[in-house]
């Protein structure tokens, strides 16, 4: 089994700041994680993800996460926050490749403050 | 590529009717779909995995009666709500891998948003 925790329902901050948005996971076997973001009343994009090859990944619109077995956690940040990066984020796990559902974490929802 | 579609993209019924929303993949095939509902500032849960060619598999707690799943064809997989209730009004969110690669995405597509009045 597996499960996801978002550490913050709401995240604020600053235009221009770092973000940082917490995820841990649990996981009975080694996991497939994901970050996705939902915009109101749309379906989900997928930001980046992690399949056991490199710890650090990078995704789309300035996101990277870092994949930390021994915290097990996939903390997403981005160096430089924008107006257009408000918006919903999850953080998902899924033991298998594919063929498994999706656990996800209850969403972080991010405010990008001018 | 690799696009989903859900149509309706939004419907309102009425209490006791039935609803069909339908998930294709349009570019791909997907021998498997997942179904996941999403209530308002709420996160995603998983309902039920669509398998092509045989019965879907329901996650706990999920009324397989209620939630009538048919995956016909590679590319369509059919969520209908029967006999709908307004605690039934959420957003029905479907995702396929890719059955053709060794991938570990999926893709999701644009949600259904139902309202039962």
């Known amino acids: 089994a597996q499960s996801v925790t978002q550490l913050g329902s709401h995240v604020s901050v600053s235009e221009g700041a770092l973000v940082l948005l917490r995820c841990n996971y649990s996981s009975s076997v080694p996991p497939y994680l994901f970050w996705y973001v939902q915009y109101p009343n749309q379906g989900l994009q997928l930001l980046l993800k992690y399949t056991s090859a490199a710890t650090l990944v990078k995704g789309i619109n300035g996101f990277e996460a870092e994949f930390k077995k021994s915290e097990t956690s996939f903390h997403l940040t981005k160096p430089s926050a924008h107006m257009s990066d408000a918006a919903e984020y999850f953080c998902a796990v899924t033991p298998g490749r594919g063929a498994d559902g999706l656990t996800f974490g209850k969403g972080t929802h991010l405010i990008i403050q001018p | 590529g690799a696009v989903v579609s859900q149509h309706p993209s939004w419907v309102i019924c009425k209490s006791g009717t039935s609803v069909k929303i339908e998930c294709r993949s349009l570019d791909f095939q997907a021998t498997t779909m997942f179904w996941y509902r999403q209530f308002p500032k709420q996160s995603l849960m998983l309902m039920a995995t669509s398998n092509e060619g045989s019965k879907a598999t329901y996650e706990q707690g999920v009324e397989k009666d209620k939630f009538l799943i048919n995956h016909a064809s590679l590319t369509l997989s059919t969520l209908t709500v029967t006999s709908a209730h307004p605690e039934d009004s959420s957003f029905y969110i479907c995702?396929?891998?890719?059955?053709?690669?060794?991938?570990?995405?999926?893709?999701f597509g644009p949600g259904t948003r139902l309202t039962v009045t």
């Open positions: 995702s396929a891998p890719n059955s053709g690669i060794v991938s570990y995405e999926q893709y």
